[in-house]
Nanobody, 113 residues
Framework: VQLQASGGGLVQAGGSLRLSCAASGGTFSRYSMGWFRQAPGKERERVAAISWSGDGSTYYADSVKGRFTISRDDAKETVYLQMNSLKPEDTAVYFC??????WGKGTQVTVSS
């Protein structure tokens, strides 16, 4: 499974970004998908996850609840992370993962104050 994340960038505090992660090489609908992030000097943190299509349940870290939304489009084999009300502490490299077994290269998100 190959994963390609995109959508990162520089945004002011209070702004929004939508990250995308396109998957290929596997049966996308059967995999749980998730987003992690890692800020400089910090451990990688689980941000959000969504189970396989037959379930669709979601998980959010407390730090992003109410601000971030994870979703998936199985027809496009893509998972999204809509990030609203961004804060400087959201600044990190964001990684997508498939079942925590396959990882994409990260995309940088920088939130300025």
């Amino acid at each position: 499974v190959q994963l390609q994340a995109s959508g990162g960038g520089l945004v002011q505090a209070g702004g929004s970004l939508r990250l995308s992660c396109a998957a290929s090489g596997g049966t996308f609908s059967r995999y749980s998908m998730g987003w992690f992030r890692q800020a400089p000097g910090k451990e990688r943190e689980r941000v959000a996850a969504i189970s396989w299509s037959g379930d669709g349940s979601t998980y959010y870290a407390d730090s992003v609840k109410g601000r971030f939304t994870i979703s998936r489009d199985d027809a496009k084999e893509t998972v999204y992370l809509q990030m609203n009300s961004l804060k400087p502490e959201d600044t990190a490299v964001y990684f997508c993962t498939s079942s925590m077994r396959y990882w994409g290269k990260g995309t940088q998100v920088t939130v300025s104050s």
